[in-house]
């Protein structure tokens, strides 16, 4: 069945580090990836997203390119700040499925 | 911007009450689902709907209950609250599959308390 496997946190950072959160799946078919992000207190946001292979997608300096070769979709940023500290989740979907598959989620800190 | 709005943010009930989280969407979507979020279980799906009055279970449907009688709406209910349903509850909605995969939109989330 469909997966995705996310790295487990949590993830400490300093501000202005480069940040790389791994991201992989299992999947049949071609499956649509995103990325969400859960800032305290709050519920899920769409960071990025990319339907196809080598789409890249990106958002507020965050980058992610779907690898099919790898299948994977590591989420990256060259300099982190500390409004980037929250909850990141890995996510897919497939055309034939309503439903979405979320990673277990990452905890980012980010110190100033 | 697609909106979804669940009606509290923080609930607290006794155990053995019946609980009605409510959610609404306004971008006529047609399908809303129920995730409870725990810490270390990422995210669960309890159930969803494809349409009104169309509801299937998703992979923890025990002790749950749903209702779409409008399009926009969405409720979960609680038959008999027990202190393990003490959680984070999110609604989400999406349109339905199609060419380009659109991601669910999310509500911020009631934080409920069984006690």
């Known amino acids: 069945g469909n997966s995705v496997t996310q790295m487990e946190g949590p993830v400490t950072l300093s501000e202005e580090a480069f940040l790389t959160i791994n991201c992989t799946y299992t999947?049949?078919?071609?499956?649509?990836l995103f990325w969400y992000v859960q800032y305290p207190g709050e519920g899920l946001q769409l960071l990025l997203k990319?339907?196809?292979?080598?789409d890249k997608g990106s958002n507020k300096g965050f980058e992610a390119t779907y690898r099919k070769e790898t299948t994977s979709f590591h989420l990256e940023k060259g300099s982190v700040q500390v409004s980037d500290s929250a909850v990141y989740f890995c996510a897919l979907s497939t055309s034939s499925a309503s439903k979405i598959i979320f990673g277990s989620g990452t905890r980012l800190s980010i110190r100033p | 911007d697609v909106k979804v709005t669940q009606s509290s943010r923080y609930l607290v009930k006794r155990t053995g009450e019946k609980v009605f989280l409510e959610c609404v969407q306004d971008m006529d979507h047609e399908n809303m689902f129920w995730y409870r979020q725990d810490p270390g279980l990422g995210l669960r799906l309890i159930y969803f709907?494809?349409?009104?009055?169309?509801?299937e279970k998703g992979d923890i449907p025990e002790g749950y209950s749903v209702s779409r009688e409008k399009k926009e709406r969405f409720s979960l209910i609680l038959e008999s609250a027990s202190t393990n349903q003490t959680s984070m509850y999110l609604c989400a909605s999406s349109p339905p599959p199609g060419v380009s995969n659109q991601p669910q939109h999310f509500g911020d989330g009631t934080r409920l308390s069984i006690l």
């Open positions: 999947a049949t078919g071609y499956p649509s």
């Open positions: 709907s494809y349409d009104v009055k169309m509801k």
């Open positions: 990319a339907t196809k292979a080598d």
